[in-house]
């Protein structure tokens, strides 16, 4: 048996992913789009639960599964829901999509002057935006699997388990952690 996940989520994995844009050091986050574009997203307890049913089942035997959560979150509800409950002081920038690249195009185009290797290629940028929907009806119909646990509630969990940096470490009451690992800037 196969199993194809969508991008996977959850605690302590990527907040900020590249599909989302480019994060500078967890103070200013730039979306790519508008926010409307709808990730394909998977919670890691739901993946576990199709692992878990794929292996109990003989169904499954020599067949190939995608595996993703229905419901269809846009970048922005992600935003809001994660990313500005994790960094609530961030400044967070959704760039239209024309916009961002032409940007690329000149900045690529510098860099060749320069010699060097672009920060983003025009490439890079459409292949990270374009729209993939996993369709994950042959596990639901074979293997009666369903994601158990809801955007609301993996939203909860990813907040709750990772500590947000304070300003004031000294403030009573509040904890602080270098979160230098936890979003990565990935190019």
């Known amino acids: 048996m196969i199993l194809r996940p969508g991008t996977i989520y959850g605690p302590g994995g990527e907040v ?28 890691i307890d739901n993946v576990v639960d199709a692992i878990i049913k ?24 992600y935003m809001q829901a994660v990313v500005k409950r994790i960094h609530p002081r961030a400044l967070v920038l959704y760039c239209p999509l024309g916009l961002l690249y032409a940007a690329t195009a000149a900045q690529e185009f510098l860099a060749r002057l320069l ?22 009806s042959k596990i639901r119909e074979t293997l009666h699997w369903a994601p158990r646990i809801s955007f609301a509630e993996a ?15 000294g403030q009573p009451g509040r904890e602080s952690a270098d979160h230098a690992d936890a979003v990565r800037v990935t190019s």
Request: glycine residues 6%.
């Open 16 to 43: 900020f992913s590249p599909m989302l844009g480019l994060s500078l050091f967890d103070k200013l986050f730039v979306v790519f789009g508008l926010g409307g574009f709808i990730l394909p997203y998977v919670y």
């Open 54 to 77: 794929s292996l109990q089942s003989r169904e499954a035997d020599n067949r190939i599964f995608n595996v993703a959560d229905e419901h269809g979150i846009t970048k922005r509800q």
């Open 155 to 169: 939203a909860a969990r990813m907040t709750s388990s990772t500590v947000s940096v304070s300003e004031d470490p």
């Open 115 to 136: 010699n060097r290797a672009p920060f983003l290629t025009r490439y890079r940028l459409i292949s990270s935006q374009r729209s993939v929907r996993y369709d994950s």
